[in-house]
């Protein structure tokens, strides 16, 4: 989902990252031949590109129901303790939607089937939401720390 181009800031790592007008962060690179965007190497290229539409992965995630609560929320995890059950396909309950929060590090979270099949890398700035009975599992990327809240409609 296309969305407007609020600001740059740089990554831990020294890369670009546009700040979407919805709040989200993605990286905009230039790599050559994958990735060809060498106006972000200049700070005149990055400003003309304020306002620019920049289509947002995280905006194409299901959504969580306008009025929810978080009714559990598991141990935090790091990357030496994830349960086995989450880095493979699983559901959760009927009615039960879930909130993946990444505090440090990153995390790939995949949906496996459904209408939101696709797959995401989390981090402090960008939370998984997970549907009802729909698969789904995650996968270390090096050090992280994360927790899953489990949140249902009012």
């Known amino acids: 989902m296309d ?11 020294g890369h670009w990252v546009a700040v979407l007008a919805c709040g989200h962060r993605q990286h905009v690179r230039h790599k050559p031949p ?3 965007r060498e106006w972000v190497t200049t700070e005149t290229g ?3 590109r304020v306002g ?12 969580l129901p306008a009025e929810h609560e978080v009714y559990k929320t598991t141990p935090t995890f790091r990357e030496t303790t994830v349960p ?3 880095l493979r396909d699983h559901r959760t309950k ?5 909130r993946i929060v990444v505090t440090e590090g990153r995390l790939l979270y995949v949906i496996t089937e459904g209408a939101y099949r696709g797959s995401w890398i989390l981090g402090p700035h960008a939370a ?4 009802p009975e729909v698969l789904h599992h995650v996968a ?11 949140i249902r409609a009012r």
């Open 94 to 98: 009927a009615g039960t939607f879930g």
């Open 34 to 36: 994958f990735e060809v």
């Open 128 to 131: 998984g939401i997970i549907e």
């Open 46 to 48: 990055r400003a003309s």
């Open 140 to 150: 270390t990327r090096g050090g992280v720390t994360f927790r899953v809240e489990f």
């Open 84 to 86: 086995t059950g989450l």
């Open 52 to 63: 620019a539409p920049l289509d947002c992965l995280f905006c194409d995630q299901p959504v």
């Open 3 to 13: 969305r407007a181009i609020a600001s740059f800031v740089r990554d831990d790592e």
